[in-house]
């Protein structure tokens, strides 16, 4: 069993950074694929970026060039960097792991464990 928790989000303007957290407990986090999705309101929730135990990433299109995902095995943490935002950027923000731990996937049900979600606001 893992348990996630996710913190960091708030309230911004467009423009402005966030980081986010995801700490980890119980079974070993290294060996875990590791994903940020995102869900707004009224819609389905998406992908945004994951990371492979090897630090492979693949990002959303919505979020290249702005996001950063990393991951620090001692502190059983991934983190989020989130630049430039945009209002549409706004979202409950979720952490996730997969025990197959060297493929990247993009797909929510394809994750065993979830956090809680932390909520970000960006407005214009």
């Known amino acids: 069993q893992v348990q996630l928790v996710e913190s960091g989000g708030g309230s911004v303007q467009a423009g402005d950074s966030l980081r986010l957290s995801c700490a980890a407990s119980g079974r070993t986090f290294s060996g875990y694929s590791m994903g940020w999705f995102r869900q707004a309101t009224g819609k389905e929730r998406e992908f945004v970026v994951a990371?492979?135990?090897?630090?492979?990433?693949y990002y959303a299109d919505s979020v290249r060039g702005r996001f950063t995902i990393s991951r620090d095995n001692a502190k059983n943490t991934v983190y989020l960097q989130m630049n430039s935002l945009k209002p549409e950027d706004t979202a409950v923000y979720y952490c996730a792991a997969r025990i197959i731990g060297t493929r990247i996937s993009m797909t929510p049900a394809s994750y065993d464990y979830w956090g809680q979600g932390t909520q970000v606001t960006v407005s214009s």
């Open positions: 990371i492979t135990i090897g630090g492979n990433t």
